[in-house]
């Protein structure tokens, strides 16, 4: 089941029913000049983003499962329905505690 790219003013659901985590894909549903946002499939046990950082804010919305999210040595779970925001340029890791769905958005300087 493909997810589409976002159109201006329409929705996309990140979450459509009867998909399954074999089937879920990452996918970039729209960059400009301004941001990127990304829908991310997380499997279990894969670590993504190690010590990864970029220029400009990012937010992380957790919408299925649960992921590990480690920055200055400290490693949070951040689980289905949660959100969390991280300032430019700090260095970070993501990792699947569970097969989890997450919404990244990337804010360009």
Do not use: Y
């Amino acid at each position: 089941m493909a997810i589409p790219h976002a159109a201006p003013g329409k929705p996309v659901d990140l979450c459509p029913e009867g998909e399954t985590f074999s089937d879920a894909r990452t996918i970039a549903l729209v960059k400009n000049d301004e941001f990127e946002a990304i829908r991310m499939v997380i499997r279990k046990g894969e670590e993504i983003c190690k010590n990864h950082q970029v220029p400009g804010s990012i937010t992380l919305h957790c919408l299925k499962g649960c992921i590990a999210f480690t920055m200055d040595g400290e490693r949070r779970p951040v689980r289905a329905g949660q959100w969390l925001f991280l300032p430019g340029g700090v260095p970070h890791t993501i990792e699947g505690e569970e097969d989890s769905l997450v919404l990244l958005t990337v804010m360009f300087r």
